[in-house]
């Protein structure tokens, strides 16, 4: 059977992965090792590699041995920097411009009074780092219902989003919140948080899975970006979310046409890899 393969228009490290792995690999080939703490990108080729070139990841401030700490691109809360920056002497900090603007927009609504509700995902370490900056003042959640069971409801409430989230989603969380909290003399400020990369991405793939079969997102599992990726092509068309060309699974798929994307912390040569395996199987 012959298929017909078709890549999205936007696809490798988006601005922020580029920066940090850039950045890092500069610190490492110029001062030796380089200790991360946690993954600085979320996916498994990428830290392999950059494992060799030096670029070691730790689980905790207690597993690093040398003085060269960097801070990934998702970023930490300004105690968690201030705890860093006190126990090392040099740090290298590669949090994404994005992510740093929502730091910013968090730290603002705090000072300002606002109780902050970041849109997002709880456990992952950029919401973490985005509720650091609102000084903990705050919420995250994808679930509106959580913000109306809060009883008294705050008045004055600011509305974030995780960097990554379909927009879509975000501005219907937003609406809800509006609707739940403008009846009790309450002010609502809402940020546009949400990556200009990880948008256009999003665009690029909805609009090739419009016209395929079948729909490839690569990227880690532990991808926040690539798993809302796969989620918003399977409104469209068959979605499969894959690590790498080895899990490429093809058996009952209807149709010959597939289209192929990635998420922003996957690099362009496993796009190619996973295409030219398709190539390859017919």
Avoid at 25 to 35: D, I, L, T
Avoid at 106 to 123: E, K
Wanted: aromatic letters at 4%; proline letters at 2%; a negative charge.
């Amino acid at each position: 059977m012959d298929i017909e393969v078709e890549k999205a228009t936007a696809t490798g490290f988006c601005i922020g992965v580029k920066r940090a792995i850039e950045t890092l690999e500069k610190v490492a080939a110029e001062r030796g090792q380089v200790e991360a703490l946690g993954a600085f990108v979320h996916n498994r080729q990428v830290l392999q590699r950059m494992e060799k070139l030096g670029v070691r990841v730790t689980n905790s401030l207690d597993d690093i041995k040398g003085n060269i700490v960097a801070i990934g691109a998702h970023g930490v809360g300004p105690e968690l920097e201030a705890e860093i920056r006190s126990r090392y002497s040099d740090v290298i900090n590669t949090t994404c411009p994005f992510v740093h603007r929502a730091h910013v927009a968090a730290d603002r609504l705090t000072r300002a009074g606002f109780y902050v509700i970041v849109y997002g995902d709880v456990g992952h370490p950029e919401v973490k780092g985005i509720l650091g900056w609102a000084n903990n003042n705050g919420i995250a959640t994808l679930d509106e219902n959580l913000i109306a069971e809060m009883e008294p409801l705050p008045r004055r409430i600011g509305v974030l989003s995780q960097t990554t989230q379909i927009p879509a989603r975000f501005t219907e969380f937003a609406k809800k919140i509006i609707d739940l909290a403008l009846v009790k003399d309450a002010e609502v400020r809402i940020a546009d948080t949400i990556c200009h990369d990880v948008r256009d991405r999003q665009q690029a793939a909805l609009e090739l899975a419009h016209r395929v079969d079948l729909m490839l997102v690569i990227g880690s599992h532990t991808s926040a970006n690539t798993k809302h990726l796969a989620e918003l092509c399977a409104t469209v068309t068959e979605t499969q979310a894959i690590e790498n060309a080895d899990e490429i699974q093809l058996s009952g798929i209807k149709g010959r046409r597939i289209g192929v994307t990635g998420g922003t912390s996957t690099a362009e040569e496993t796009i190619d890899e996973v295409i030219e395996r398709l190539k390859n199987l017919y």
